[in-house]
């Protein structure tokens, strides 16, 4: 059973508008969530993180918001630019199994001109 | 430039073959992992291991099996590939205690088995 749930496979948005990607998860236990970017025939590489002590972090254009309560996390762009489209995966970690991150099935994020 | 190193891009092996997937990293991390990805599906973790000849199932280790010899390698090995092994590979690593930046992962190895 998916532990981490991201329900919008993909995501179209024109350039210099917003670009929210939601993510929920199911285990209370998590206290670690990240967000990967993915291009075609890469490997995933990190774009940010927070922790559960956190609700939000901040690294230039990009922002994740964390709502415990809900279980849910939030990755915001802004604003979005033609390079930002991609697979977006949302991780979280309960640090119990030696650091091991449960994925979500990805957003693909299209930003048009 | 830390990197995590897949021997080969694109691979195609045909049904029955053993194949062996290599993977190295120069970061002298603890933690290595093995996932496919599959469209739909997400990164589905076969194997990983958190230190030298130690290994852990995942959550699809059916017709996998790994091996963990030195530190820097970790190698995932079908032991008889089958069409529905087929897909995009990545490996990654990630050190002990640092959570905040999750795993580094490395480009990927598309295998067709045909």
């Known amino acids: 059973d998916q532990q981490v749930k991201q329900n919008s496979p993909s995501l179209s948005v024109q350039e210099g508008r917003i670009s929210i990607l939601n993510c929920d998860y199911t285990?209370?236990?998590?206290?670690?969530f990240l967000w990967y970017k993915k291009y075609p025939a890469e490997g995933p590489t990190f774009l940010i993180s927070i922790s559960s002590i956190k609700d939000k972090n901040e690294d230039g254009r990009f922002t994740v918001f964390l709502n415990k309560s809900a279980k849910h996390l939030s990755l915001h762009i802004v604003p979005s630019q033609p390079g930002d489209s991609a697979v977006y995966f949302c991780?979280?970690?309960?640090?119990?199994?030696?650091?091991?991150?449960?994925f979500g099935r990805g957003t693909q994020l299209t930003v048009w001109p | 430039d830390v990197k995590v190193t897949q021997s080969s891009r694109y691979l195609v092996k045909r049904t029955g073959e053993k194949v062996f997937l290599e993977c190295v990293q120069d970061m002298d991390h603890e933690n290595m992992f093995w996932y496919r990805q599959d469209p739909g599906l997400g990164l589905r973790l076969i194997y990983f291991s958190y230190d030298v000849k130690m290994k852990e199932k995942g959550d699809i280790p059916e017709g996998y099996s790994v091996s963990r010899e030195k530190k820097e390698r970790f190698s995932l090995i079908l032991e008889s590939a089958s069409t529905n092994q087929t897909s995009m590979y990545l490996c990654?690593?990630?050190?002990?205690?640092?959570?905040?930046?999750?795993?580094?992962f490395g480009s990927g190895t598309r295998l067709t088995v045909v």
């Open positions: 285990n209370s236990m998590f206290d670690y």
């Open positions: 990654a690593s990630s050190p002990s205690g640092e959570r905040a930046y999750g795993y580094t």
């Open positions: 991780a979280a970690s309960d640090g119990s199994t030696l650091g091991r991150l449960y």
